[in-house]
């Protein structure tokens, strides 16, 4: 991260955040921030029906622009999406059809009217989609308005190459496009939206850069790029990513509870990292936070799920995730709110603990679910159960039709047998 003293309200709120990597112009975008408002992009390919929580740092980063009086551009990658981001992968993408990438952005773009105000005015959010100008590109023209711009020396070069091909994994040609495909993103972008700053994840650092080095090239105006840090637990552990799956953000693929927990299960030591990226939270209210120890520290997790969840979901499932929570592992009380899923009956009556603790998305496999059992990590209806391999009766089911499973002080799931 820079230590470089910024002077716009904008980069400095990112520095101070901890949201900067690397900037390409650092002086340049500062100056522009300080004197006009800065309109940046972010792009989202439509790969599923939501995104996950490693994509929360870029909306973040669209809100931190729009708060300091930037206009945040949110690009939808309906073009891009048909081709695949490389980057970071060993395999090309399963190549998914027009209407599936229609609906996966339909989802998708609920969630950012959550974080940023969209409209009209100077300092609204707009959300475009690139397959409205790429799928217009005849291949001959593509290669000669853009081609020669690219050198296959420079582009072999760039990490998202580079790493590909020294893990000898193929590439195909399709996905060799996908860095020309972004930055002719900027080209447009900057042409249509006046659109001067592409921000990204370090692992766009080549595909942004090249964009930037477009723009400047063929219009000669100003273009600038910024990266996060790639995000990890304190652990390093990959952020987002749990036994159970994704993180995902759209509420069909994870309830608001699920989402609560996964901030408050946050290692002790990523609590004001994660306050600083991913709350409103003042940085003077985070530093009383970070001054707590011991077991107070929990009242550190639980302040950052009730924000993190609140800019989500809002502030009433925020509290009754909480409610839930503390009355199901600090009370021993049920509630509405609590994940339940249901498993049909012959799966479960009859059926090993260890067993049902793994269908029911506690542990990862039976073996697990016996260790933990072992060590009086696994508890059934509020009960530690040191043997995994016990058997699951009728009389487990309580009054509301469900058997209550834990694993660990901070995992819980309801299954009820259908």
């Known amino acids: ?26 002086a340049e975008l500062d100056a522009a921030a300080k004197s006009g408002v800065v309109a940046g992009y972010i792009g989202f390919d439509a790969t599923a029906p939501s995104l996950h929580v490693g994509s929360l740092i870029q909306i973040m980063m669209l809100r931190r622009l729009q708060q300091a009086g930037g206009k945040p551009i949110v690009l939808m990658g309906g073009g891009t999406t048909k081709v695949g981001d490389p980057t970071g992968k060993d395999a090309s993408r399963p190549q998914l059809t027009d209407e599936t990438i229609q609906s996966n952005i339909d989802t998708i773009k609920t969630v950012f009217a959550k974080f940023l105000t969209f409209g009209d005015g100077p300092t609204d959010a707009i959300m475009v989609n690139n397959d409205e100008w790429l799928s217009t590109y005849g291949y001959i023209q593509f290669l000669r308005d853009f081609g020669t711009q690219f050198t296959v020396n420079r582009m072999l070069a760039f990490d998202s190459v ?3 091909l020294e893990r000898e994994q193929p590439m195909t040609f399709l996905e060799f496009n996908y860095m020309l495909m972004q930055s002719v993103d900027f080209l447009e972008l900057n042409r249509s939206l006046k659109v001067t700053l592409q921000m990204g994840g370090s692992d766009q650092w080549g ?48 309830s608001p509870y699920d989402y609560w927990q996964f901030w408050r299960n946050a290692e002790d030591a990523d609590v004001g990292r994660f306050m600083r990226l991913f709350t409103d939270l003042s940085l003077e209210e985070i530093a009383g936070f970070e001054a707590l120890e011991g077991a107070a520290i929990n009242d550190a997790k639980k302040a950052l799920a009730d924000a993190a969840t609140t800019l989500l979901h809002g502030a009433d499932a925020a509290a009754s995730a909480r409610a839930a929570a503390e009355s199901a592992f600090e009370q021993g009380t049920l509630s509405a709110d609590l994940p339940t899923i249901e498993l049909p009956a012959s799966e479960v009556i009859g059926a090993m603990l260890a067993a049902v603790a793994t269908r029911a998305g506690l542990t990862a496999s039976n073996g697990e679910a016996r260790r933990l ?41 309801l299954v009820r047998p259908v």
């Open 1 to 26: 991260m820079t230590d470089q003293s910024f002077q716009s309200d904008f980069l400095t709120t990112l520095q101070a955040r901890g949201y900067i990597h690397q900037i390409t112009h650092p």
């Open 162 to 164: 580079k790493l590909r």
């Open 207 to 254: 595909n942004i850069v090249s964009g930037v080095d477009l723009v400047r090239r063929v219009d000669q105006k100003a273009a600038f790029g910024l990266t996060t840090p790639l995000l990890t637990t304190a652990s390093g552990g990959k952020m987002g990513k749990t036994a159970q799956g994704a993180i995902w953000l759209n509420p069909e693929q994870l």
């Open 373 to 413: 059992a072992q060590g009086g990590g696994l508890r059934l209806n509020d009960e530690a159960i040191a043997d995994g391999a016990r058997l699951i009766e009728t009389s487990d089911v309580n009054a509301d039709g469900v058997i209550k499973l834990a694993a660990g002080k901070k995992k819980l799931m």
